[in-house]
């Protein structure tokens, strides 16, 4: 397969100098641009642009959702399919359907946290392009990478180079991906 | 500002050592992807295998013969299971306090000790799952637990708090399994791109699920990792409550109490800790853990067990006070056959092993010493097991009609079952240990990141402010 350019990635040894980094680097202008870390490095999503709160609004639709529908499947159960005299209670004897509702509740709003982080996150994904940038495999360890990527319209080979070296990188690598 | 910052500063070094994220990260991903484990692995491993057989001989009996293998009778048809049952499902609960409360309240020294808790809960909540299943005397028709259209035309009964454990104990189970699961989620990945044979990386690989460590996938995994903390932390109490309704709900002298839910809940938490003790003592000298997991670690969790202890002490303090004081009979009558009765040696081994042991704790001594607290936590785990006996068994035994009494006595296969759920317990913390990393690495270089930020502003404080400036 050919490969083609996916961006030019550079190296940092602190998440400190990333973010400051990343800083310099939206103040240029460059709009694609990632971060790669070994821990949640605070602040630089919104420095970078990619901030996102969907998942908690999935998590929330996802409970208000679930104990609705644990609540109706009693109120079903309990009023129109299946109505039981137990000591003289109301058919829709609300108060002991609480804990099913809740229940319920929690398990979808977990579940759709889990499927919702993941789909916006794209996972499951067999691959991706920066998996072939030169040492990547220490953003799960100790480096901190940054990668312009190349589909960003102020992209030039010379200029990101010279830019992220002015960052103060460890090193700066093209990442060629097929 | 300034005050602030050193208020919070104090104590705050979880790991010790001279660590960077390099060192941490090949510590404790090195285990997994070693081909070499300590000889008591093996030892663990053995044992667990044997109890598991156990397990598997007792089930196989009970599903050919039936629950009359067991030393369950009438009046007491609760027996072992419903006993081994909250037993198991209290320990578990140490494990999501210790990862989802914790966590909400900014206490970060859970870090070193959360994965391994989640997983206790784990296998915990299947021991626990087990029982009431095998209880039902058809095992193979649970299903009918669940609400499903069915040709019967019948439908659980939702007023039941039988019922509302059959949900709470299936989403605490599937709960917790996505918080241990996304939890480990990057560390997976570091696995993956570590790993030099071809099997590791695939399973690695596709459980991974294409983790890359971006920016973008770590804000709203920290996102969803908060609101699952934060989901757990109700489902975790609400969990045990349901579990005390069992009891609560019902008449009977013993049981219908309001004290119920809290005083469960505190003595869930009160066993998992020791568990969590019980399992952490030894593990962490095996694997070469205790600059991650320090004394600090131990010392606090050995006061979280003191005051929880303490709670459990007032709670059995009022059972027997308001058991008197209520002016009923039958209650009186209860407390009195509780205490003086043919099961008064369990009440009173039980006063002992959970009110008197845990006042060892206050020595700091005691909780420095290894040995005697690894014995200490033995005992309250003992204890602990004692009082779900001794709730279950002397409430049913002796209730209102003295010609409905009865006493119960375990069988060989009561013990042979409950011995079994060991086997399951440690056959899964064995392989956990042998395939997953102990401890969390990403929140590890996190916490590290944090220490060292902390440290460097206290030096650089000291620099600026000469003995006596002023804030």
Known sequence: MVKSLFGVVARYSSGEKLLAAAKQIRGKGYNNVEAYTPYHVEGVVDTLGNKDDRVTWIVFFGGVIGASLGFLLQYYVAVIDYPMNVGGRPNLSWPSFIPVTFECGILCAALSGLVGMLGLNGLPRPHHPIFDAPGIEASGRDKFFLCIEADDPQFSMESVKSDLQATGAESVDEVMSE | MIDQKKSISVEEQFIEGEHTYGTITDKIGAIPLSQHQPKSWFLMMGASLLLLGCLVTAITLLLFVGVGIWGVNNPTGWGFAIVNFVWWIGIGHAGTLISAILLLMRQRWRTSINRVSETMTLFAVMCAGLFPILHLGRPWLAYYLFPYPNGLGMWPQFRSPLVWDV??????????????????????????????????????????????????????????YLLLAGLSTPLVVSVHSIVSFDFAVSILPGWHTTIFPPYFVAGAVYSGFAMVLTLMIPMRAWYGLKDMVTMKHIDWMAKIMLATGLIVGYGYAMEAFYAWYSGSFYEWAMMKNRALGYYAPFYWALIFCNVVTPFFLWFPKVRRTLWVLWIITIVVNIGMWLERFVIVITSLHHDFMPSAWGNFRPMLWD???????????LFGMALF?????????????????????EREARESEQEREPVGGAH
Do not use: C
């Not at chain 2, 989620?185 to 971006?214: C, H, Q, Y």
């Not at chain 2, 997953?436 to 916490?447: D, F, K, T």
């Open chain 2, 167 to 224: 949900f709470a104990v299936s989403t605490y189970f599937t709960v917790s399994l996505v918080f241990w699961f996304v939890g480990l989620i990057p560390d997976i990945a570091v696995l993956r791109d570590n790993a030099k044979s071809k099997i590791a990386r695939g399973i690695s690989g596709i459980l991974a699920m294409g983790w890359r460590n971006s920016a973008a996938h770590w804000h709203r995994y920290e996102t969803l």
């Open chain 2, 415 to 425: 013990w042979a079952i409950y011995g079994g759920t060991f086997g399951l317990f």
């Open chain 2, 433 to 453: 240990m042998r395939f997953v990393p102990m401890l969390p690495m990403a929140e590890l270089r996190h916490q590290l990141h944090a220490e060292k930020g």
